[in-house]
């Protein structure tokens, strides 16, 4: 019987916007301890890739590191892969950036390591049916995904061996199924384990090759492996064991099979990726169902593997739907995409710009799952920021840095409903007239500073853990070794903190509430509205001509609806916008007319939500023209009286933005706080603070009431 292949492969990535600390912290605990090991196993042959955030930092702060990677390159014994450029979710691009940023990594690796890659990893093994097509065209032969898409495609567990040919129109690449078994064995369980495993694959189903290919993070990053793996030499033992069966078994590089070995067959895979990560993009309610049918499958006699090949969660693309802050994220990122490719080829490069570009697409803000992902501002900051600088840059080469204002009017987030976006050199300002005439998003141009980059506080299917473990009086479950399976808490009380928003979390947001609405009421959403406007479309109007440059930009919205308290007590609102066009300054002025036959008595307050990125640290804090705050952090929350003008100053960053009233307001300020899950546990998030002015207005019939709020950003 001919030796075991056993082709074993490691994933290292950290994300764009990531804090360096950490970047050295896995560096210590994991990147370098691993390749220190395995330089001690000479005869050992393996795979790894890097994606290109963790190669550029490892450029500027680790060189040495490389040095290595170059020597066991060069040696024959490490086949690197290449992957888009910053670690993208390839089937979310266009197919031009998909294959540019594969291309990207093809020519660092040929540069820095003399290796021309032959495979891709795929990022989080999200595979869609026409990637083959882009693969090919960006000169790859292979690519790993795991078992579960070939379950998917009707394969059984004793053909998950070799690769497999795919195509899309003509253009073929091979795929390796990574062993499941193999992935949540390796490095848990004894090495004695795994080669039982590896042994019955060559002795009860004749597998000429086997695939490993993981997260290198499992390898010391991951909570509490470090010990395990270095310290109580977990990884040198694995290794020792595999040199220890070179009778029947021996490792190859993916490259190296695919040259000497002919595919197993055929197969075309449905859209998927692995188990949890399908299971992750259901929408909260599918979700909840899936959890429930999965427990109540473990209560009858149900062939498991069954289950695992007709029983699956939605596609990674329900994340544009289950978070529409994603979804904003990414159509924004083709909108500024459009706008780089406007540039000829040359400059697009020379620019920056087509970086930028790349950079925003780096998939771990895009959505969320066990890692923080989505709910971590910082890292949606990063990808915004760099969207940011690559329209700059654009805007810049193709229409001057004297440009005034610009207005589109498109339907750039792709709801059916148009949004008007003006801009001048300074300022982004996105305005949904379908949503009630809300500002989607507001960037300060000169710092590529989205400050509306705030998440809205929804329910999650894992939040039922968290309210049962207070109800059994525990604030910590089980410690296994994988962090798929732990329920640990990084803080208490969080089931306080279980408050789920209306709406998504945007500014210029109209209130008409009840008069006895109270702060408390505000902030755990337990208020009433009178009307509500925020899914309501607004008939809309230019009020200047956009061609003069040198012109405020005016947009007239109009509302009408009816109080649910009254058929006959009828609220007109006329919302105007003015935007000037060499400042980061916007106003909106508000006429509320009482279009009834009995008088209307109300709270009108406009909400806005913004974000410094942190709520407690010192240098991001509220001002006050008339002197300090008792508690100035953007964590704190109140009631202020009598106010014209709030500034959220940033010193780190170095801007203030001005929140501005006219007549005075009744102030009401507080964070917006999530509850999520990472491999770390349980923890709560600042996402960014709701700051919501507001008057008391009463309107006789007939009678008209006129309104102001606005905002400038200046630089510091």
Known sequence: MKKLKFLFGIHNHQPLGNFDHVFEELYGQCYQPYFEVLQQFPNLKTTAHFSGCLLEWLQAHRPEYLEVIRGLVQNGQLELLSGGFYEPILSSLPEEDAVGQIRMMNAFLESEFGCRPQGLWLTERIWSPHLPK????????YTIVDDTHFYYAGLTEEKMHGYYLTETEGFSVGVFPISKTLRYSIPFELPEVTLDHLRRYREEWRFDAVTYADDGEKFGGWPETHQWVYKEKYLYNFFTALEGQSDWLETATFAEYLATHPPA??????????????????????GMRFQKLQKELKTVAVDEAL????LR??????????????????????????????????HQESSGA?????????????????FGGLYLNYLRHALYTQLIAAENSADELLFGTDRGLSVDVVDFNRDGCDEVIVSNPEMNAFIA???GGVLLELDFRLACFNLSNVLRRRPEVYHQDILEAHENDTHEGSQPHSIHDRVRFKEKGLQKKLIYDRWERYSFMDRCLAPGTTFEQLTT?????????ESQPYLWERGEDPVDSQAPFVLRLKGENTSNHSHNKCLLVEKTYTCDPRKAALEVEYSLQNNGEDSLDFIWMVEHNFTLLAGDALDRTYVLPEGRLEDSRMASKGVLSDIHTLGMRDEFFGFELQLKYSPSVELWRFPVETVSQSEEGFESVYQGSCIAGSWRVRL??????????GLEIKKR
């Not at 882009?134 to 032969?141: D, E, F, H, K, L």
């Not at 055929?266 to 599918?286: G, Q, T």
């Not at 006789?700 to 709020?709: C, D, N």
């Open 307 to 310: 289950t695992s090949v007709f």
């Open 354 to 370: 087509l970086r930028a570009l790349y950079r925003s697409q780096c998939n771990c803000a895009y959505w969320h799952g066990l």
């Open 134 to 141: 882009i693969i090919a065209q960006a000169g790859i032969r």
């Open 313 to 346: 969660g939605g596609q990674w693309d329900n994340f544009f739907t289950k978070y529409e802050e994603s979804n904003h994220l990414h159509k924004r990122m083709l909108y500024a995409g459009k706008k780089v490719k406007q540039l000829p080829p040359g």
């Open 265 to 286: 067959g055929r197969v075309y895979l449905p859209m998927a990726s692995y188990e949890e990560m399908m299971e992750w993009s259901l929408p909260y309610e599918a």
């Open 433 to 435: 007239p379908s949503r």
């Open 525 to 533: 959403n337990q208020y009433e509205e009178l009307v509500s406007f």
């Open 700 to 709: 006789e019939p007939g009678q008209s009431r006129q309104l102001q709020a």
